[in-house]
T-cell receptor, first 114, second 110 residues
């Protein structure tokens, strides 16, 4: 079975410090990996994706993520957090043999304190 | 210019009623989805359509019936609403890679 794990329900970080939101996955086949952000009472906004190529991918709002095949991880990072980054973050995977389904992690609430 | 739009944004209704949520995408995507987000924020796929054809039906009660009149629209009709149906329902569409989501419909059954 395909699955995505976000081991932390919540991540707290001070403004200006680096942040990491963790994601690991378990799929059969090659994964397409994604990060989404959800602000209160809003839909999910696409942040970045890994499809193929360079393991480090850059996305919106200064976020980046590193695909690590051996550890089956795709952690989200940002060098310097902003208070406005506080939101709910979802990792998702789509397997290449079943394009019709995205598997989502349980979400991680990021709190950035001034 | 909204890429994926859902209506209504909020829906409050009594148990036993029938209601519909509409979704339209102007991205030209072939695949559309309905996801349910529960009170703990878990996202669970309900249905997936590809070019108006049902591809995925994730053990959703028969009271939920999606309809896709064309590939730009995917509506969700719910019969005999129950308290447990209260959630946020998201429509999404995708083509090659990422999915684009609507703003969600917050359904409250009282």
């Amino acid at each position: 079975a395909q699955s995505v794990a976000q081991p932390e329900d919540q991540v707290n970080v001070a403004e200006g410090n680096p942040l990491t939101v963790k994601c690991t996955y378990s799929v059969s086949g090659n994964p397409y990996l994604f990060w989404y952000v959800q602000y209160p009472n809003r839909g999910l906004q696409f942040l970045l994706k890994y499809i193929t190529g360079d393991n480090l991918v850059k996305g919106s709002y200064g976020f980046e993520a590193e695909f690590n095949k051996s550890q089956t991880s795709f952690h989200l990072k940002k060098p310097s957090a902003l208070v406005s980054d506080s939101a709910l973050y979802f990792c998702a995977v789509r397997v290449t043999y079943n394009f019709n389904k995205f598997y989502f992690g349980s979400g991680t609430k990021l709190n950035v304190k001034p | 210019d909204t890429a994926v739009s859902q209506t209504p944004k909020y829906l409050v209704t009594q148990m036993g009623n029938d209601k519909s949520i509409k979704c339209e995408q102007n991205l030209g995507h072939d695949t559309m989805y309905w996801y349910k987000q529960d009170s703990k924020k878990f996202l669970k796929i309900m249905f997936s359509y590809n070019n108006k054809e049902l591809i995925i039906n994730e053990t959703v009660p028969n009271r939920f019936s999606p309809k896709s009149p064309d590939k730009a629209h995917l509506n969700l009709h719910i019969n005999s609403l129950e308290l447990g149906d209260s959630a946020v329902y998201f429509c999404a569409s995708s083509q090659e890679h990422e999915a684009f989501f609507g703003q969600g419909t917050r359904l409250t059954v009282v």
